[in-house]
Structure formats: C-alpha cells, structure tokens
C-alpha cells in the first residue's frame, strides 16, 4: 500500500475530487503517491518575474498596516497571516477549485486525513458549476444514513453560506467530533424548496465492495453476476481479484460492475483492475501536461483473463468520479462493456502537493485525465450507452431500474 509521507516535497493527487468530505477518510479519494518529485526548495531562489509589478502588493500592505481599522480587538491578524492570505489569493486567481494553498491548520486538516484520521461524515464533495455538490455518500456512512444524494448542491454549511467557499475551507467546517452534528441545507433537483439535513459525525467505516445476493450482489436468479465496487482503496484490488474469482466459479459469462456513487480512488488500482480485461499495452488512461511535457501513459499490465464470451455490463452515475471514470472510460472505449445508467462527474485532473514550509503546502493542478481515445474525463464526464435515470419510487419498493436495464441488455445479446 502506497501512503504519502508528508514530509517529502512533493507528491501527486489524481483526486476523486479532491480530498473532501468523506471528511476524515484517509485513502483520500483518488490518491496517487509518487510522480514527479521534484524539490519545491529549488524556486527559493527564483527572481522576480521582470514582467510583474509587485509595487501596488507593497503598497497595500504599508497602507493596510497604517489605516485598517479592526471590528474588534479580539481578533489579532498577524503578518504572517496576511503572507498567507496573498498565497491563498493567487492561488484563487487561477479559477481552479483544485489549485489551493493550505495554511497551517488546513495542512494539518490534510495530513490528518493521510495518516488515518476516520472520523467524518462520509461523503465526497467537489465543485460543479462552482456550486459545492454533493459527489457521492459512501454507503452506510451517516451521510448515506441521513438521505444525502450525490447531486445534492450544499447551500449551507450550519450557518455558513458556501457561495464562493473552496472545498478546504467546506471540509474544515464538516469535520468534527464523533458525536457533534452538522447541519447541511441543500437543494435537490426535483424538489421546490431547500432541504435542512443534520448528520451526526462518527468514525467512517469505508466499504469496499460487495458480492453479497443478500445485498443485491453476487449471483441473481437469472445468471448474471453483480460485483459492486464502492472505491479503489489500496484493498480494493485483492478484493476485486477474489470478486472475480467468484464470478469465475459461478459459471457465468455476464457480469455486471456497479460504480455508482463510486468516487475513485488510487489510480493504481484503476489500472490494475482494467487489466482484468485489457491485453498488455493498451492504453488505460494518459496525463495530459500541456504542450511543455510529454504526456504519461498508464497501460494494462495484461492479465486479460476473459476471452469474448463475456458480457459486461458498468453502472455509472453522477457519483461515479476520477478513477471510476478511468475504469469505465478504458473498458468502454476498447470494446469491453457497455455503460449504463447517467452522466459521470467529470473529476479528471491531476494534483501535486508541494510543502512550501514545515506547516504549510500547495496543492497544484499539474495535468488532465485522458480517456483512450483521448477525451478530457473533465470535459462533461461520461455518457452511457444506455441512459437510465433510478427511479426513486420503484426503489424503494426494492426496484433498481438501472441494473435492471443493464441485466435486460445482457439477456439480449
């Protein structure tokens, strides 16, 4: 298993959609350790730009200093303070959600979360449209419990509007203490009023996968096989591995992998599991840098153990993010499945984490996700081959109108 020492200069994130609020699950969803090392230390010396102007910075500074006037005298803004303010606001010139200065006290909130900090909420958020949405609860997490939906835009935060908030800043005020609540006020498409809902905050228990026919799983009545996958956590892939296994055994040739309200994980393990299905070679996802660097390529290690007999059907919906889209996205682009259900996020950048001091780092976007055939997964995500929205009224009745409509195409070919 791949962790991120904290200590080291620099590491990258291919994050689900960033590190968020799954709010204290430390795999961190889409963690990438490794890449690109590069000592953050050696741009101490850099010059200044001669075509920056950095006069009206100092000036405001000296008058700010002079003049500023504080609401009260209880809150004492030191120098340094203002230092990381100036970061913060260049960072939040690039219009990037994902391009964020981290503070000493958001930097500890991430490092937390690397070192195995388990206590939150248990979903994953990111920016859509610059609305702060909710990407997908994890099951049986009390996000889940409570009724949150991926999709769900989150208006406030307790009493903190999030209009304009970065996702750092969204994730310090979810956390919490095991116990404590936090109260969220969201709109939900198809509803005409906000909704107000309170999720108490406990230790995350992070699901994995499941093949369980007591849960929807495993091998149904008709003889396709289901295999839900939840994250790519660095578990995920001996899992799958047995998930395979088992289907194997159960004598099918039709299978069905759920990815819904998935929201990625370790891009290893993306890769890994495309292998499954993929000769060695082929392209399972590429890092786009730009024009300055010659793009990286992430190829099947070839274990290639179907033959074309299997039938392969992968859910996706809006929760589906990051290295779901890679798997979806590689499998689908090379003739190995067919995606059924709604559109994907469209989480496909790439982030590093640069220690700028001991308590401080930047976490920068460095490249794009690239399917096979080279479309942006941040360009609109995916769209399946059959869309299928969930019919909420017939699932609660025990229908799942998307798998069914994944297990009928199955049946007919």
Known sequence: MKHIKVGENTQKLATGVIVVALVGIAFLIGLYAGGNN???????????????????????????????AAATTTVVVTDQTRVWGMIQGLTDSLGDPYTVFLPPAESELFE????????????????????????????????YNSGIK?????????????????????????????GTEVTFTIFRDGTSEPLTIGVIRDVIEIPTINVSQSEGAGLRDDGIYVIALYNFSAISQNLFR????????????????DLRGNPGGFLGAAVDMASWFLPTGKVVVSENFGDERKANVHRSR??????????????????????????????????????????????????????????????????????PDGKSISDGGLTPDIVVELDGDKFVDGIDTQLEAAAEYLKSI
Do not use: C
């Open 242 to 257: 047995e998930a395979l296994r088992s289907f194997i055994n159960s004598g099918s040739n039709k299978l069905i992998l």
């Open 150 to 178: 991926s999709g769900d835009k989150i208006l406030r935060i307790d009493d903190t509007e999030t209009s304009g908030l970065s996702i750092d800043r969204a994730v310090k005020l979810i956390r919490g203490e095991r």
């Open 302 to 371: 070839g274990y290639n153990i179907f033959n074309d007999n299997l039938k392969l059907a992968i859910l996706v919906n809006g929760g589906s993010a990051s290295a779901s889209e890679i798997l979806a996205g590689a499998l689908s682009e090379h003739g190995k499945a067919i995606l059924v259900g709604e559109r994907t996020f469209g989480k496909g950048s790439v982030q590093e984490l640069i220690k700028i001091t001991d308590d401080t780092s930047l976490k920068v976007t460095v490249a794009r996700w690239l399917t």
């Open 38 to 68: 590069s000592d953050s230390n050696a741009y101490l010396d850099a010059e200044q730009p001669q075509s920056v102007d950095l006069k009206p910075v100092w000036k405001v500074w000296n008058l700010l200093s002079e003049k500023y």
């Open 112 to 143: 937390s979360d690397i070192s195995g900090n388990f206590e939150g909420v248990g979903m994953e958020i990111g920016l859509r449209d610059k609305i702060l949405t909710v990407i997908a609860p994890l099951k049986g997490t009390p996000a």
